[in-house]
């Protein structure tokens, strides 16, 4: 049968879990079941939330004690979309208390509605002609008030640096000084002019029912992908432009807000859950999440789940897991043990504070990543590479 | 100047709250400031974040020290709308480990750029012709596998006791057996025959870029008025909704969904932001959130702020505050004491669980609003009003 089934962390102060999971997958279903007439249950059984496992963590919380339920939720209740999905399975639910969301299954049949990234891991490889390695991605800075000189200067040191996607600030919006259209069209230029095969992601922003034209009208101009900060607007918002066949361009959805729903212990939704399945069945090609480095930091399990949600298989191509904040050339050989090939060096500041500009911190990247993919230790490579020598001396190695 | 203040709940083991705030202030705007030129710093300080007050709470959290600030963002580094607006106060912010937002103020040049409630109390008050008391809402309940047949005989006795609001679960979606045109005419067919001026708000759901089309093929088959997951979907998407002059019926804002992000202590938003504030500025119409006298309950005191945020004095028009959850007639006194006249009693339970059926609950809260709104007791009304003693004889008075 077609179904969701939720997982959720639940708490209880006398351990009554069977009680609340019952409650749970009644209440958000078909309200009532023991008191109907046989009838009635012969006609709902189809609709019925069922309780297919409860598991006592063993852990005490301020909460009470914790336990992993999992109830599925017939597909015959909801339309396909997510908003649909999330207000059954977490709609009055989430205002009831602690309890928090931590995993979703969906049945195949389900799931094959929803057609995910359009690129994955895979086509951003062949657009950016990098294959072997972990990508690198830098992020402009400080741009709130500066002109087009000025982030075309920035834009060119990146791309010089050996920088395969260089993404927006996402709390860059269109304005007068860089109005969305003139930075593509920047991009376009200074892409076409580097030798490169680089990525530059636009902020695509504005009117959630802007979006879409907004988005085919900066491909025309020749954007090569779009940053969405897809939890200021929503998943469905996201899904409708990655389903959008005029929009081929990768598509990174980046965690802004996230963390109002990610971060409590608690409550809300896990991490893995919302930066790492259902980005990629929404349709990311990218998604951006905090590293477990920098001093924005994510738990260590949560950034490894969220990378493997993002990768593993499922019907819908991978999604590119980019662990972000706090990275420097330094940080490269553990985030290659962390998050393997498959997986991008995101740097902000690790790029643009190295005493060589941006492009010297581009190479240093770049150095680094060469040196572990071939096997040697940044302490090897540097002898013979002098940004990379340069950072280690700046930033260190490791943690 | 045009600007927006955020308030922030902040936590800190050592107290260092004026490092903390200047280092938002900067890094959600300008980046860096002290080791600018002189002449960057001219060029950058109109985008400049400022910190304008720090207060210590004197609460010890597990989180270290508490403490409100107040940061002011340039609306110069922002497009005019609440996705551009959440991503600059919250966006990387909210991924900072313990932090909420509690607040926003919004200067009056940039408040005026968002329409507000189209109806609000006023228009909600002329439309069901209820003025000087409190409005009575009711919900369908467990339509879940059911038929119009069942829905039709719901809503004939809800609108028959009186219930000047009828709202669909929302869990019930587009669905074969009661497809939401189905569902649209019925309600007017039910209210039509009917001597009432009731509402009949209809879940309006299903892909993001579908609901404007929807909402107005809903109008034309008459429906009356739309209840919105905005939680599920996104602020922006409700203010579209409300800024379409030909979706001429009012917006119901559910608060599916918000509990994630507003139920954690020391994370998220405020209960009172979201689905006071913000709802009204995105032009929610009512605005349901958990009472504080149920299960499913919202602390009194956010609970209250809420209601004071959806009807303060603002350019906007206000929106109609619906405490739900918990309701039964015994609790009118208590309600309209917190909530006063300005507000919709909303019962699910309360009405259909009623010895009388939904039409004895309906009149039993009529009744029971007459009373109180006469400045009579429920136990001085009951004596002539038997589906009212009814109600009392089941469920008791106060909390």
Redesign the interface.
Same mark, same amino acid.
């Given at each position: 049968m077609s179904e969701v089934i939720a997982t959720y962390r639940l708490f209880d102060q006398k351990g009554a879990f069977e009680k609340k999971a019952e409650g749970i997958a009644l209440g *958000?279903? $078909? =309200?009532?079941w023991t008191d109907l007439p046989i009838l009635e249950q012969e006609?709902?059984k189809? &609709?019925k939330g069922r309780v297919l496992s409860i598991r006592k963590t063993g852990i005490e919380t301020a909460y009470g004690q914790e336990a992993d339920i999992e109830i599925a939720y017939p597909a015959?209740?909801?339309?396909a979309?997510?908003? #649909?999905i999330?207000?059954?399975v977490?709609?009055?639910?989430? *205002? %009831? =208390? #602690?309890v928090r969301?931590i995993d979703l299954s969906f049945s195949e049949e389900l799931a094959s509605l929803f057609t995910g990234p359009k690129f994955g891991v895979e086509g951003i490889r062949a657009l950016t002609g990098a294959y072997n390695r972990p990508l690198l991605m830098s992020i402009f800075?400080?741009v $709130? !008030?500066?002109d087009l000189a000025y982030m075309e200067e920035q834009l060119k040191a990146q791309i010089a640096g050996g920088i395969d996607i260089v993404k927006d600030d996402? $709390?860059l919006? %269109?304005?007068p000084l860089t109005p969305f259209e003139e930075r593509v069209k920047l991009g376009r230029q200074v892409i076409e002019q580097s030798e490169a095969k680089a990525l530059y992601a636009v902020n695509l922003? =504005?009117?959630?029912?802007e979006l879409?034209e907004k988005a085919r009208r900066g491909i025309e101009l020749g954007a090569s992908a779009y940053l969405f900060?897809v939890f200021?607007? =929503?998943l %469905?918002?996201l899904q409708?432009l990655a389903e959008d066949p005029e929009i081929h361009v990768p598509i990174m959805a &980046?965690?802004?807000?996230? !963390? #109002?729903?990610t971060? #409590?212990p608690?409550?809300?939704?896990s991490t893995e859950l919302m930066l790492g399945k259902l980005v990629r069945m929404a349709g990311a090609d990218f998604t951006l999440f905090?590293s477990p480095y920098g001093?924005?930091a994510?738990e260590r399990s949560a950034a490894l789940k969220t990378a493997e949600m993002a990768l593993e298989n499922s019907g819908h191509k991978q999604t590119f897991p980019v662990p972000s904040a706090g990275i420097h050339p330094g940080l490269v050989p553990v985030l290659y043990e962390d998050f393997g090939m498959d997986s991008i060096i995101n740097a902000g500041g690790g790029v643009h504070g190295h005493p060589s500009g941006a492009t010297g911190g581009g190479r240093a990247f770049r150095q680094a990543i060469d040196a572990v993919t071939a096997g040697r230790t940044l302490e090897q490579a540097a002898v013979k590479n002098e940004d990379l020598r340069l950072a280690l001396d700046l930033w260190g190695t490791g943690k």
């Open positions: *958000l279903t $078909i =309200g009532s006609q709902l189809h &609709h015959a209740n909801f339309s979309d997510l908003p #649909a999330l207000v059954t977490f709609g009055k639910l989430s *205002l %009831d =208390g #602690a969301l800075k400080g $709130i !008030g500066r996402e $709390i919006f %269109d304005n922003s =504005g009117r959630t029912s879409k900060n200021a607007y =929503g %469905d918002v409708e &980046h965690p802004a807000v996230s !963390g #109002a729903f971060s #409590a608690h409550h809300g939704f905090p001093s924005v994510l």
